[in-house]
Every structure is written in C-alpha cells, then in structure tokens.
C-alpha cells in the first residue's frame, strides 16, 4: 500500500468502532458512521432519534430505521477500493516493496515476513503487540497507529490537548496549543487515562450486568411463581367447575324427578277422570245393546217386564248430569301456574326451582273507581295514585299503611334515589315532595293537560325525571333542580301512556295499552311486543331490568302474567287466565313488582298481590 493510501485509509475508520467503515451512513449532521455501530447506539435509545456521538446533533431516524439512513455512497467506495489494495511492508527501504502480513500496534508499521521477523528478535520490541493482516483486513481488529502531523509530516502527534480534543506534535503545541495558553498531555498518559476510564466503565458494565441479570433471574423466578399459581387457579377453576358440574347435574335430577312426578300426578289424576268417564261411556254401551235385544222378536210376558226395566234404566242414566269440565280444567289451570325460576342463591349453586304463582292478597281499594296510577316506593312498599286525592301505600301484605298527600288529585308518581317523591297531578303540574311528603319549593315548566294531554313519568338511575304526553307523542327530560326540560325525546310515534326506565341500561319501555315498546335513550325504537288478540299489555319494569306484562282480556276479567327480557324476548309464563273482578267502569291497570319479589296488580277498584310459592308434589 502507497503512502498516499496509507494516509487515506488512516481517514476512513469509524469513529466508534475505529475500523474502516462498513456500510457507511450519513446523519444531518453530515458525520458518518458504520450501519452496525448506529444500530447498537440505537438499541441504547429506542424510540428516540439518534444523537450525533461527535456533535451531539440529534438525527430523527425515518421510517425503517437506521437502514434507511442516507449511505454515504463516495465513502463506501473508497473503502472497498482501500480494501482492494493490499498494505505493502512500510520497513523494507527498497523499491518494490514485499505485501506486509502483519502490523505491529506499538510500531504502527507494516512488515513482511522478513522486517516481522526480524522485529520479533530485537529485545526492545518483544512486547510490542503483533496482528495478522487476516485480521486487520477483515476488520476483527482496529489497527493503533501514531499518526503523523499534517503540518510537520516528520513528527509523531505525541502529544494531547484536552482543550481542543486533538493530539499534536510537539512543533504544533509550541507553535499553537501553548500560546492560546492550553494544557499539554502526553499521548501515552492520555491514553493510559483513557484505558482506565474504560476498564473502570467496563467493570461498572460487568457489576451492573450482573445487577441486571440478577434482575432477569429474580424476574423468572416470580415468573415461575405465577405459573405455579396460574397453574393451581386453573386446577382450582377445573375442579371447582367438575365439582359444580356434579352439583347442577344433581340438581338437574332432582328437578326433572319432580317435573316427571308432577306428571304423574296430573296424569293419575287426569286417568281417574278419564277411566271414569269411559265406565260410564261402557256402562251405556252394555244398556243400550240389551235395550236393542228388543228390536229382534215380539216381546211377551216376563220378556216384556224385563226390556221395560231395561229401558227404564236406561233413561234413569242418562238423566244424570253430564260429566263437568271444571275439573281436568282445574288440573290443567295448576299445572299452568308451574314455572321453573332460574336463579343462584347466595352461597349456594342451584340451576332454580319449581314454582307456581297465586293470588296471595285482594283488597278493595279505599276509593272505587280512581286508581291513577302505582309505582313501588321505598321501604318496599307500593304507591297507589288516586284521581279523587291521595296517595295510599301498601306493604307486600295488603295492608294499608298510610294515605299521604290527601288533598292531591294523582296522576303519576315517581321516586328519586333519595327518597324523595315526584308528583304529577291531573293537570299535568309536577311537584317534588321530601321522603316525609312535604312539599319543595320547586317548579317544573311542564305542559298543561290541554298541550300535552295524559301520559306516564318515571325517574332514571340518575334521577333524570322523564315526563309523557300522550297527544304529543313525546317525552321531555327534567332535572330535580326544576326549571325547563333539558331534552326531549320523541317516542318514535308511540303515546307514551305508560313510562317505565330500565335502571342498569338507561333504556325505555313504554305502553299505549296496544303495544309494548322498548326505545333507546334517544327514543329510537329498539323492539316491539305486539298486542295479543283481544288483550290489553300493562307493562312494569322490574328490578333486575327484566319486563314483566299483565295481558288482560277486559271482557272476561282475565288476567294472564307474561316475564321478557329488558329487549322484550319472552322468559316465561307466570300466570294464567286468572280470573279477577270485572272494573265496573274503567279499563285501566297497573302492574309492579315489590322489592321483596311478589308482583301488584291494580284494577280501578281492587289491588291484587300475587306471591311465588313453591311446588309442592
């Protein structure tokens, strides 16, 4: 290798890992450095952009990463041309100088086999650190050189300025370094300080790997612990579900036992009936086919008395009353009233129970013919509005237990979550009463009868009070603070009669006695339950959210007890065809459920209770 190639290679090593640059990239800065050498400082500061290690200029990496940076394109190929030219022995004197196969770092000279020799003899240079070519070449090892000084190519920079971060010659620093009054190191003890700031940081890097793999260990460690957990939570869950499997399907067993003895009791006792029934059925066949023994010959004498007996028998049966239906019906209205109620009991796993719905209370009304509306209170109790004035609360017994608000004609009624109440009398006007029904002084801005005509009220999870009106077909939305309505909701061409709110959802569910309607929040229909040939559907919302309507054939005073979903799928039939007394003038209803679980139903005269029992077999 020429000297001029020697010189220019000295220029093509990588600041960072002082060997000639492989795959060259360009930061903004315009320094360069090797691909590898970027992505390792990368790895340092993921997701940031890369800092310049000799400006400190900060570089935004693109979109694919330091591969993506500019290649330094005239760099790269004079290093490969570099790489083609083989280094020749920098201490042979001769002319054709031999190619050099090894370089001494302390020397900074190439040497051929002969000049390598010969410097391994000489004492002086025994400990000099010898490298093969291979090896330089390939780049495993960065060459050490003494570089020479560009002003005084003579003289090694043997010296170091630490103002200026450069080495120098002796010439130079006298000639430069010292006039701007700078501090002179010699290149050795420079480098001696810097090879032990470097072994210092690398045994700080050892210590705090070890802190760090430590770390790693400690983490496998508690990631196994978990494992080990995860795996006994899983083992748990496997044998607890096994466990409950046996339970549920015991359960199951025992259920489907009462329903198969549930069936052979309806059906001993349906047998009975029908074995009865096809006695008399027989009894009448033997009669008439003896009756018809005297169609065959004359009848004489003792034959004669003998048809005539037969006959007189016969007419004598056949007086009876015929069989009644009132009893396979009674079996089948108490096989009808058996539900299966699907729950689990606290501390307990149970698939349900069998149960059947009756009537446990019925009571008069303390005033006919003006039950407005009713609506489940607190202290579980249930409100019942009176158009002629009053508010009468009943426990889950039937009993009365109060008549507030006596001088109030009721229209609605609603509940806050802080006992407090919400009126709505006959002329639309809402008024809100402390839990001890004493009135506040707040004002609603609502529509008169004559604007908005009837409709329902009810009081949402965030005791959001939601007003209807029939003849508007809308509901507007009131604060407790009163004042005007904060929203109006269009009840999507439905007259929201009857007003409930699903308290888990925010949904609505309304009735015009025709249909039943789930809306959203913003009145957009969701679902439709359709009116039954000739019933009435009287809604209530209960506890769980769950939908419950009382379908009521007014002309039978019939009452049946469907249980739906919030988005009215049907559940269950709770009861049927249960006979009520007729109102004497209004076809108006109310339906809802006690905190404690039985169900209200409120005719304009009368206030039935119906409690859930079990079966008994």
């Known amino acids: 290798m020429s000297e001029v190639m020697r010189a220019i290679s000295q220029n093509l090593e990588c600041p960072i890992c002082l060997a000639l640059f492989n795959q060259p990239k360009s930061l903004t800065c315009s320094h360069t450095f090797c691909k590898d050498c970027l992505e390792s400082i990368f790895q340092t500061q993921p997701n940031q952009p890369i800092a310049c290690p000799v400006c400190r200029r900060e570089t935004p990496l693109p979109c694919g990463g330091v591969s993506k940076l500019q290649t330094n394109v005239p760099l790269s190929s004079l290093v490969d041309e570099v790489k083609t030219k083989s280094p020749t022995c920098s201490v042979c004197e001769t002319d054709e100088k031999p190619p050099a196969v090894s370089y001494c770092q302390d020397c900074g000279k190439y040497m051929c086999k002969v000049c390598e020799k010969s410097h391994s003899t000489w004492t002086p240079f025994s400990i000099h ?47 430069k370094h010292l006039q701007e009054g700078h501090k002179l190191e010699e290149a050795a003890i420079h480098e001696e300080k810097l090879m032990k700031n470097i072994e210092e940081l690398k045994e700080r890097t050892t210590s705090k790997k070890t802190t760090v793999e430590t770390h790693i260990e400690f983490i496998e460690t508690q990631r196994n612990e978990i494992n080990i ?27 489907k036992c009462q329903v198969k003895r549930l069936s052979e009791k309806f059906e001993k006792e349906l047998k009975v009936m029908e074995d009865d029934s096809r006695q008399l059925v027989s009894q009448m066949d033997a009669m008439e086919e003896l009756v018809k023994n005297g169609m065959k010959v004359p009848l004489e004498k003792d034959a004669l008395f ?24 009674g079996v089948a209205e108490r096989a009808q009233k058996i539900s299966f109620r699907r ?16 009537a446990k209370v019925d009571v008069e009304l303390p005033v006919k013919n003006s039950m407005n509306c009713m609506t489940r209170a607190q202290d579980g109790m249930m409100a019942v509005g009176s158009s002629k004035g009053g508010i009468h609360l009943y426990s889950p017994d039937g009993e009365l237990q109060q008549t507030v608000l006596k001088d109030v004609l009721v229209r609605r009624i609603g509940f806050l979550s802080d006992g407090r109440s919400v009126v709505r009398d006959i002329n639309s006007k809402i008024s809100l009463y402390t839990p001890q029904w004493e009135k506040l002084d707040v004002t609603f801005e609502t529509m008169s009868h004559d604007e908005g005509g009837l409709g329902g009220l009810t009081v949402d999870r965030d005791d959001n009070i939601y007003v209807g009106y029939m003849k508007l077909k809308k509901i507007h939305v009131f604060t407790p603070q009163g004042g005007k309505a904060v929203r109006e909701i269009t009840c999507d061409g439905y007259a929201p009669m009857q007003l409930f709110s699903c308290h888990t959802t925010g949904k609505l569910i309304l009735t015009d006695t025709s249909e039943v309607v789930c809306l959203d929040g913003q009145g957009k229909k969701e679902n439709v339950l359709k009116k039954k040939e000739g019933m009435f559907a009287w809604p209530a919302v209960c506890r769980d959210d769950s939908v419950i309507v009382a379908w009521v054939k007014y002309k039978e005073g019939l009452v049946s007890i469907d249980r739906y979903t919030r988005d009215l799928e049907h559940v269950c039939n709770l009861l049927t065809d249960f006979q009520i007394q007729k109102p004497e003038k209004r076809i108006w209803y109310f339906l809802q459920e006690f905190d404690s679980g039985e169900i209200a139903l409120c005719t304009s005269d009368r206030l039935y209770i119906f409690q859930s029992l079990s079966c008994q077999i």
């Open 129 to 175: 650190t010898i490298v093969a070519m291979s090896e330089v070449l390939s780049g495993k090892v960065p060459i050490k050189r003494r570089r020479k000084c560009k002003n005084h190519p003579n003289e090694d920079e043997d010296c170091f300025c630490p103002n200026c971060r450069e080495y120098t010659c002796s010439k130079c620093w006298m000639l």
């Open 229 to 255: 957990m995860l795996r006994k939570l899983d083992d748990d869950i496997d044998k607890t579900y096994e466990e409950y499997m046996e339970l549920l399907s015991a359960r199951r067993e025992t259920l």
């Open 306 to 329: 003998a048809h005539d007996t037969l006959c007189e028998n016969l007419k004598s049966f056949l007086g009876q009353d015929d069989p009644d239906n009132r009893s396979p019906r």
């Open 343 to 358: 729950y689990v009991k606290v501390n307990e796993l149970c698939l349900g129970d069998l149960k059947r719905w009756d």
